[in-house]
């Protein structure tokens, strides 16, 4: 011990040093762990809503209205100040009136000319699993003596990690064993081709959102390339940062759902801890369901009339489902003769004009749940009338029940009973009714972040008939009561 020489000393008091500063520069409220590495395929189960409140204040005055957001309710306070500092940065630079570089733009609009009336309005598209992700628009009219007005819109984005206020960059959402340039690329290029637009020299491009037009060649995405989050997808920025289009003095975006880029986001695996609680709340974390259904649809439409009632009927469906929510869709297209007679004893006659009757039936994804609904109205000059019904299913395509949504032990009737109370009270036709009489025939179907409860049909007080809809959060129950969550 005695031995050691001076210039080894040094070296250990420089790295203690090292060490105790980036200590004190930590930007969470424990030392985040190092990082992980993470390999397709990965699954979404569910989203977990971080508990912090995004704080909005608007401002108006003579041509500008503007509304920004803070957030609030991180336990570290001085990373939540920074970040709320990097948001008024982002606000302060839009509201400047520089004139983003547009191609053209300086001949639309020459340097003398003012904006008469300017807008700023940010959002929080996405507040899951330790990220967020915030979204600002700003707009500005110019107008010159004797021309039309020219309208500018910028759209800038702000990904952030909350266990260290970093900003997330796009191949953070991925696996690291992916080619994510690649595969976000492929899906820009096969909208490109499937909308074919070389056919002329600046044809329109529809992506999911908007026209975009194609000047120059597609080179892929890049690095660097801007977006967003939301609940159910990742939308790329497109505006001067991308010359290969010409979206005109505005910015447009491309929408790609997760399940359209397949297992390999990793954003829930990433940044979500189930051992920290970087917040104040100490309440029952909050899960919902990631948007799907948008892709692979099966989609009918049919216009015909039956025995004097004119009856349009929509079909709408996701492919590969189960043989069990297949026939159920099956089964529900033909109304039941019950159904029918009475819509034709109720019909009038023709002088009373054609009866319509308007049938749409449609099955959605939810988790790893299936929702199978029918949605029919009839309508006629002396009678109206509505039918929902609506049945789930598990992955299998085994029915479930309402009891099945929860764990056991759980007293899950009163709470129903409850919501079915209030939303008994605030229909004013429906004065007096007793919730007893409607919760044994009750159905369900499973929302993003709700239950939704559907009676069978009630007869109001002006005669017409109609189901009660009424819903209760994820959050009212309590995720720890459902066993919609838990592990297959």
Not at 30 to 39: F, G, N, R, T, V
Not at 428 to 436: A, F, K, T
Request: aromatic letters at 10%.
């Amino acid at each position: 011990m005695y031995g050691l020489n001076k210039g080894f000393l040094s070296v250990m008091v420089a790295i203690l040093l090292l060490t105790s500063l980036s200590g004190c520069s930590r930007e969470g409220p424990d030392s985040p762990e190092p990082a992980k590495a993470i390999h397709s395929p990965v699954m979404i189960p569910y989203l977990i809503r971080n508990p912090i409140e995004a704080d909005y204040t608007e401002r108006s005055e003579e041509g500008l209205t503007e509304r920004t957001l803070t957030i609030s309710g991180l336990r570290d306070q001085e990373l939540q100040s920074s970040i709320n500092g990097r948001l008024s940065e982002l606000y302060q630079r839009l509201s400047q009136g520089e004139l983003p570089p547009y191609r053209g733009i300086r001949q639309a609009v020459p340097e003398t000319v003012t904006p008469s009336s300017a807008s700023l309005d940010a959002s929080l598209s996405f507040n899951y699993n330790n990220v967020i992700s915030v979204m600002v628009y700003s707009n500005q009219n110019l107008e010159e003596k004797g021309k039309n007005p020219v309208y500018i819109g910028q759209l800038e984005t702000l990904n952030i990690d909350l266990n260290t206020g970093k900003e997330i960059l796009l191949k953070d959402l991925f696996a690291d064993d992916v080619d994510y340039l690649g595969l976000l690329s492929d899906i820009v290029n096969k909208r490109l081709i499937k909308s074919n637009p070389m056919e002329e020299e600046e044809s329109y491009l529809d992506m999911m959102s908007g026209g975009l037009r194609l000047v120059a060649p597609f080179k892929g995405i890049r690095e660097d390339q801007k977006f967003a989050l939301y609940q159910g997808g990742i939308t790329l920025i497109i505006d001067y940062e991308n010359p290969e289009f010409n979206t005109g003095f505005y910015a447009n975006s491309i929408y790609i759902p997760f399940e359209e880029l397949g297992p390999v986001v990793a954003i829930t695996e990433r940044y979500h801890n189930p051992e920290r609680n970087l917040y104040q709340s100490e309440q029952p974390l909050v899960y919902e369901f990631v948007q799907t259904g948008s892709l692979e649809r099966e989609q009918k439409q049919e216009l015909r009339e039956v025995d004097g009632i004119q009856v349009y009927q929509t079909l709408s469906y996701p492919k590969n489902l189960p043989q069990e929510p297949l026939k159920k869709l099956q089964e529900l297209q033909k109304p039941d003769d019950q159904t029918f007679r009475l819509l034709k004893e109720k019909a009038g006659t023709q002088e009373e004009g054609i009866p319509v009757m308007e049938q749409n039936i449609w099955a959605t994804r939810t988790g790893r749940y299936i929702s199978v609904s029918r949605n029919l109205s009839f309508y006629s000059m002396n009678f109206a009338y509505g039918i929902r019904e609506d049945f789930c299913f598990d992955e299998k395509g085994n029915p479930i029940v309402l009891e099945d949504l929860f764990v056991e032990g759980f007293e899950w009737k009163k709470l129903v009973a409850a919501a079915l109370d209030k939303a008994i009270a605030q229909d004013p036709g429906l004065q007096g009714e007793d919730s007893e009489t409607w919760i044994q025939d009750m159905q369900f179907v499973l929302g993003l972040s709700e239950v939704n409860f559907t009676t069978q049909p009630i007869k109001r007080q002006d005669g017409s008939e109609y189901p009660l809809y009424f819903f209760l959060s994820y959050e009212e129950i309590g995720c720890g009561n459902l066993r919609i969550f838990d592990s297959p």
